[in-house]
Each structure stands twice: as C-alpha cells, then as structure tokens.
C-alpha cells in the first residue's frame, strides 16, 4: 500500500510542506497501525541507504542549485550517513508510539485530527505528521 505523508522542512522558505510517499507492508486501519507502518517503512529506507552508502559509493558531490537550496534551509550536507549502526526497528516504533502518547507530535488525516491509538482511519487520503514544539521558560 501507498500513502501520502506530508513532510515539513525546517527553515525551508519555498515549499516547506511536501508530500512524500511511502510505501507500507500493510494496510493499517487504526491510529497504532499507521504509526508502527510508517515507521518500518522509514527504518526500511534508512537501512538500505546504510547499506548503499558501504557498498563503496564513488565521490558525492552537489549540484549549485542543491546547494543553494540546503544553504536556505541552513544546512549543506551531502547526505552522508556516519552511523554505522542499523537502527532497531521494534525499539524505533516503540518510541514512535510513546512520543504519540505523550503529545510530542499530531497526526492528522486531511486536516481531521487523529488523537486516539485506536481511532479508525480511512485508507485513502493524504496524513500529516506534526511535531510540537516545548517552548522554554518558567511555568508560571
């Protein structure tokens, strides 16, 4: 199954919200699903890119206009990843789900919001992941 998630870029001043597609192994129908999908599918994509980048990948270099758009959103890399360590998948949606239930991010399902791990959700449409941010200060 596909869906459609969309992704906000930090500091992008152009489009800074893009669609990006991924590719589930399944088909979820609640909240939990989603969640433990789209994040296999994210340690899926990671991993293999690990995996390409060992495979003696010749000399990366960027395009002026790559750079220029990574100078806009305040970081020019070339993607590279120093880690060599595969992430684990069961500890990552464990997380993922914890961060859910402790408010650290939203989902919603074309501007609907999905507040529940157990909240139906609709096969077709387009799923926005939405990370909140602590503002720092004293409480009172």
């Given amino acids: 199954m596909e869906i459609i998630v969309n992704i906000k870029h930090m500091g ?12 589930l192994l399944t088909t979820p129908s609640t909240v939990r699903e989603l969640i433990l999908a789209v994040v296999e599918a994210g340690v899926r994509e990671y991993n293999e890119r690990l995996e390409e980048q060992g495979a003696g990948e010749l000399i990366k ?3 002026k206009q790559e750079i220029e758009d990574k100078a806009e959103s ?3 890399s070339l993607g590279v990843l120093y880690g060599e360590k595969k992430t684990d998948l069961k500890q990552a949606q464990d997380n993922a789900i914890q961060c859910f239930e402790d408010g650290i ?11 529940r791990l157990d909240d139906v959700i609709g096969q077709k449409g387009i799923f926005t ?10 409480m009172w």
């Fill in 105 to 115: 991010y939203r989902i919603f399902q074309d501007e609907k919001p999905l507040e």
């Fill in 12 to 23: 992008k001043r152009k489009k800074s919200v893009e669609p990006r597609t991924y590719r």
């Fill in 61 to 63: 270099c960027l395009t």
């Fill in 129 to 138: 992941f939405v990370r909140l941010t602590m503002l720092s200060g004293r």
């Fill in 74 to 76: 305040g970081k020019v």
